[in-house]
């Protein structure tokens, strides 16, 4: 942020924001990171100036973009999830329900169109790979740490990395659903609930103790 640069507060400027962001994300899938700003403010039906008051540049306010559509996206799914993960129920279904919840809420076409865009964009402007991996998959890894150390605690599994382990679930279970819709190849509904399933089987066989 800008030394001695002030950020509107106060309901109006909230909705300014509001409406800057959800501007800037249908300029953004419209016309890719290359979108002017004059663009978006004539979109949003602001001035530029008002965006530069709210937003450094456009790199924050793509990232302000993938935070909102992430939490959008995920905020169901995470609340669900933070559900799940409290259960005292078998641990494979707990483990089954919250992939799903992340599978469905991840896969959406605007999610996966946003995150095309990051993969596109990254290169040049790595900060927005960590925008979204601070708020997609990486959002959940505190909630899911707490949950398997729960279970470390209650003797039902073994596990020396938890880091690496979070890594192994997500990989077993969310991955393949993004990697094959980058591709254009979206997994189909029955083949992605036996890729979850048996993810979640082949994690627990691994680690149980």
């Not at 559509?69 to 799914?77: C, D, F, P, Q």
């Not at 005292?88 to 076409?109: G, Q």
């Not at 990989?171 to 609930?193: C, M, N, Q, R």
Request: a neutral charge.
């Amino acid at each position: 942020m800008t030394e001695g640069r002030r950020t509107p507060t106060g309901e109006r400027a909230e909705r300014k924001r509001a409406a800057i962001i959800d501007a800037a994300r249908q300029v953004f899938l419209q016309h890719g990171f290359e979108a002017g700003m004059d663009t978006i403010a004539a979109r949003a039906g602001v001035s530029k100036v008002t965006i530069y008051n709210h937003f450094t540049g456009k790199e924050e306010l793509f990232a302000a973009v993938i935070g909102d559509a992430l939490k959008s996206a995920l905020g169901e799914s995470l609340a669900y999830a933070e559900e799940c993960l409290r259960r005292d129920d078998d641990v494979r279904d707990m483990f089954t329900a919250t992939a799903r919840a992340w599978y469905h809420n991840m896969t959406r076409p605007e999610v996966l169109r946003l995150r095309a865009l990051v993969t596109y964009e990254q290169r040049r402007f790595p900060e927005l790979g960590r925008a979204w991996q601070e708020s997609g998959p990486g959002h959940f890894n505190s909630l899911f740490a707490a949950a398997l150390r729960r279970q470390i605690d209650q003797g039902v599994l073994t596990i020396p990395d938890i880091d690496l382990a979070i890594i192994q679930f997500y990989s077993l279970t969310l991955y393949p659903h993004l990697v094959h819709a980058t591709y254009g190849t979206p997994i189909d509904e029955k083949t992605a609930d036996h890729l979850i399933t048996s993810g979640v089987a082949m994690f627990l066989d691994h680690y149980r103790a």
